[in-house]
């Protein structure tokens, strides 16, 4: 079981905006920052958000991530279809001295 | 552009060994923190550890659940880095991504700290432990 929660499954159609969340506690995502990653089968994960709400050159401005808390959140606008992937959430975790991710959660588009 | 590809993966016995290289181009290897994470078939992303450049100490960090068993090192000459694992369980199968990590400042009024974490992956290389 992973130490972040993720939804399992997203779904949405081409132009909308899609949330994907993820949870934790005080001693990770309300202690440090979020990462996010995308991840299409048989290809390397990609890095879309680092400092909780900050995009690397190259990643789309269609993707924004934020936090508050002990939680995070991604989000998709103009959802199109080379988005359909799965997500994951990662923090560091200072009282494990290790990163933890979440569970991932599959999008789909409709 | 940043490109690191893994090898060495296979299919081994419980109790086996295994050695995993990836090899780094496009940056600045010996000046890289790297990191080795899994993905259990079906399963969602699993940090392994990662190691330091040698600068600040060469040293690795490893997950509870392979401390021991797993050996993390680099070759700054080669600009590759290596995982090591022994004693391998039915639970180690999966598919091993290495990766870089990059790093920013984060101010506490005068002082500093670097904050690391996962930046450019591989595709990563499969394990296979059967008993």
């Known amino acids: 079981q992973s130490v972040l929660s993720q939804p399992p499954s997203a779904s949405g159609t081409p132009g909308q905006t899609v949330s994907i969340s993820c949870s934790g506690d005080f001693s990770d995502i309300g202690a440090d920052y979020v990462y996010w990653y995308q991840h299409l089968a048989g290809t390397a994960p990609k890095l879309l958000i680092y400092?909780?709400?900050q995009r690397p050159s190259g990643v789309p401005d269609r993707f924004s991530g934020s936090k508050s808390d002990t939680s995070a959140s991604l989000a998709i606008s103009g959802l199109r279809s080379e988005d359909a992937a799965y997500y994951y959430c990662?923090?560091?975790?200072?009282?494990?001295?290790?990163?933890?991710f979440g569970g991932g959660t599959k999008l789909t588009v409709l | 552009e940043v490109q690191l590809v893994e090898s060495g993966g296979g299919s081994v016995k419980t109790g086996g060994s295994l050695r995993l290289s990836c090899v780094a181009s496009g940056l600045s290897f010996s000046n890289t923190w790297m990191t080795w994470v899994r993905q259990v078939p079906g399963k969602g992303l699993e940090w392994v550890g990662h190691?330091?450049?040698?600068?600040?100490?060469?040293?690795?960090v490893y997950a509870a659940a392979v401390k021991g068993r797993f050996t993390i090192s680099r070759d700054d000459s080669e600009n590759t880095l290596y995982l090591r694992m022994n004693r391998l369980k039915v639970e180690d199968t999966a598919v091993y991504y290495c990766?870089?990590?990059?790093?920013?400042?984060?101010?506490?009024?005068?002082?500093?700290?670097?904050?690391?974490?996962?930046?450019?992956w591989g595709r990563g290389t499969t394990v296979t432990v059967s008993s």
């Open positions: 190691i330091k450049r040698k600068v600040d100490g060469g040293t690795a």
């Open positions: 990662a923090v560091w975790d200072a009282r494990l001295s290790g990163w933890v």
């Open positions: 990766t870089t990590q990059d790093r920013f400042a984060q101010w506490f009024g005068e002082l500093f700290q670097y904050n690391y974490y996962m930046d450019v």
């Open positions: 400092k909780s709400d």
